[in-house]
């Protein structure tokens, strides 16, 4: 298919990518028309490398050469100028190429889970930059995969992505249908549930991984940011760690603490 040339923001078929900054409208119509967004070279690269199907591309002509390139011939690709594509998105698109990619089936936690020993669990983090923080923390330090709550923020929302460069497409992840059902699902696969929270009776991280053989296998559970992990999971987790702090302060951003524990509770044949 050609490079199809657009000049009008409202572009009908330009549907895809309308209303990128409004949160509220992505958040229902991305899941109903089974589609996320990629934004830039990388990302795009790395959803395709991941077998992601994209719909179409809208790219500037600084971009075309280098994006065109990645897609095959079927898919359309729309060439704008960075005025139109501010007036279409709602924003200076700064790496100059946005993807509508076909949404990917989810896989079960069983299958997500089966190989896994260290598993990641976040409940209520709805700050798509935080869930895309996690998974590029994730994947740089070597989670094996990520359970997200019903109540968790869309990882493959723009924003998320975004953050994450691409790499919520390589850590394996799902989205959990009961909870906190899920935590017993993982127990009965033979994982430790750890929950980060703040308690009285809380385990200090660095003895909680002291604790750890070689063989075992460890959910960890991150909450909201803020307000922390709810009473239901909290009840439905084996043990309540916690990462000791120091100057006053009591906790970490979540983002920044699910890093801090995949570092700490690492493998120890990850430990280089």
Known sequence: MPVIPVDAPDDPRLADYAGL??????????????????EG???IS?????????????????????VEALVTPDVPVYLADDEVME???????????????????????????????RVMVLEGVVDHTNVGAIFR??????????????????????????????????????RAESWPGALDDLRAMGFTVAAMALADDAVDLDAFAASLGEADRVAVVMGAEGDGLTRR??????????????????SLNVAAASAVAMWALRPEDRRG
């Open 233 to 250: 999971a909290l009840a439905a987790s084996d043990v309540v760690v916690t990462i000791p702090m120091a100057g006053g302060v009591d």
């Open 87 to 117: 007036g279409i998105a709602g924003f200076q698109v700064h790496r100059g190429a946005l993807a509508s990619v076909e949404r990917p089936d989810l896989p079960s936690i069983d299958e997500i889970a089966r190989d896994a020993r």
């Open 41 to 43: 070279e990388k990302v």
């Open 21 to 38: 900054t409004d949160v509220a409208l992505r958040r229902s119509l991305e899941p109903e028309r089974g589609l996320y967004m990629a």
């Open 137 to 174: 923390s994730a994947a740089g330090i070597g989670a094996d995969a990520i359970i997200v709550a019903p109540t968790c923020a869309d990882p493959l929302y723009r924003r998320s992505v975004k953050v994450s460069m691409g790499t919520v497409f390589q850590v394996p992840w799902t």
């Open 46 to 66: 790395r959803a395709l490398a991941a077998g992601h199907r994209p719909r179409s591309v809208l790219v500037s002509p600084r971009w075309l050469a280098s």
